[in-house]
């Protein structure tokens, strides 16, 4: 399947078509990485409204199978919340390759074991600290034999990212709150989780990010809910009302 019949499986295709496609063009890219086999097993964690877990599905085939797991509860997100995304995917032609489990914590909860993969797509910075990260990834190693991971790199490489940024560090360290953001981390800081835990990486790659409005939603989520500071204050003097420029990512692979 291509993004256009992927993001139409989407309850976010209806508010806006084209934002659905282009962040399902972006995780093709990301899938595309990381080399996803025909029939495989797959945990994902962080699977939030299923974006990555539709491309995923699309991509193991009708033998394979997607387990979806997140700790936020199915009311959590805006304008569609996570349980309405799931429930619309689940209802369409890949719904019978995926179970999505909502509150649920891998650290804590049984998601079973001897999965083929296991995917982390830019879910890294929502966790409450880098130490629970940690303890993840470390977990994650007795569920399955290869890990996908994916993040944005808060390393810009050109000025006009630096909005994004801003938008990043504003809202680090905002505690226990819905915000999106909440211990955001640097490529380094991960490569030395991923090593202190026993993975050992296979592969890094950067992943083109220009097609994404991530920018524009972390930025208007800053300055509407972050703490005053630094941060946001030059935020409100440099980011743009729209078409922000959002910082790149890279994926890697690892074992």
Avoid at 8 to 19: E, F, R, S, T
Avoid at 121 to 129: E, G, K, R, T
């Amino acid at each position: 399947m291509n993004a256009h019949e992927i993001a139409q499986l989407m309850a976010a295709w209806v508010p806006d078509p084209d934002i659905q496609v282009a962040q399902t063009t972006y995780r093709l890219a990301l899938a595309s990485e990381w080399r996803i086999p025909d029939g495989a097993s797959v945990l994902e964690v962080g699977c939030g409204q299923g974006d990555m877990t539709a491309v995923l599905a699309s991509l193991v085939g009708p033998n394979g199978t997607v387990v979806g797991v997140d700790i936020a509860p199915p009311l959590y997100g805006s304008p569609v919340t996570v349980g309405d995304s799931a429930r619309v995917l689940l209802d369409g032609p890949l719904g019978s390759r995926i179970s999505m489990r909502y509150e649920t914590d891998v650290l804590r909860d049984d998601v079973g074991t001897g999965y083929d993969l296991v995917v982390l797509a830019h879910c890294s910075w929502y966790f409450a600290s880098a130490d629970v990260l940690s303890r993840t990834l470390a977990k994650i190693r007795t569920l399955g034999s290869r890990l996908c991971f994916a993040e944005w790199d808060p390393e810009p490489v050109h000025p006009n990212q630096v909005p994004h940024l801003l938008a990043v560090l504003a809202q680090d360290r905002m505690g226990e709150t819905d915000g999106n953001i909440r211990a955001p981390l640097t490529r380094a800081t991960l490569l030395a989780a991923l090593e202190s835990t026993g993975w050992e990486v296979e592969q890094i790659t950067s992943v083109d990010t220009s097609g994404l409005q991530d920018a524009d939603w972390e930025i208007a989520a800053a300055l509407e809910d972050a703490p005053d500071g630094l941060a946001k204050e030059l935020l409100r003097q440099v980011a743009r009302k729209s078409g922000n420029v959002p910082l790149s990512a890279y994926a890697l692979t690892a074992r």
